[in-house]
């Protein structure tokens, strides 16, 4: 079992930046690829970036190549998402998630989840 705890959202500005951190419980958090997905209000989750569990692979959705970096530190049991140039179609509900499966892009296979970060970008 896995508990996973997003941090890191809040309100900004257009072209700014912030960094989310996903932490997780459990002494088994090294053996798991985790994913970053948002919701935006009325639209579908969207998968935005996954790390395998050494962090020896990254993928991101095609939105925010070039401008979002995952990374994890296993030692701290957390994943962090550095946002960079945010637009405010950026804006949504960020969730970490682990356990894909195999399929890092598809939500659905996730095993396990977070409750959620708001973040907000202005123009």
């Known amino acids: 079992q896995v508990q996973l705890l997003e941090s890191g959202g809040g309100l900004v500005q257009a072209g700014g930046s912030l960094r989310l951190s996903c932490l997780a419980s459990g002494r088994t958090f090294s053996r798991y690829d985790i994913g970053w997905f948002r919701q935006a209000p009325g639209k579908e989750r969207e998968f935005v970036a996954a790390?395998?569990?050494?962090?020896?692979?990254?993928f991101y959705g095609d939105s925010v190549k070039g401008r979002f970096t995952i990374t994890r530190d296993n030692a701290k049991n957390t994943v962090y998402l550095q946002m960079n140039s945010l637009k405010p179609e950026d804006t949504a509900v960020y969730y970490c998630?682990?356990?894909?499966?195999?399929?890092?892009?598809?939500?659905?296979?996730?095993?396990?989840w977070g409750q959620g970060t708001q973040v907000t970008v202005s123009s």
């Open positions: 790390i395998m569990p050494s962090g020896e692979s990254t």
């Open positions: 998630a682990a356990d894909s499966r195999g399929r890092v892009a598809v939500s659905a296979t996730y095993s396990y």
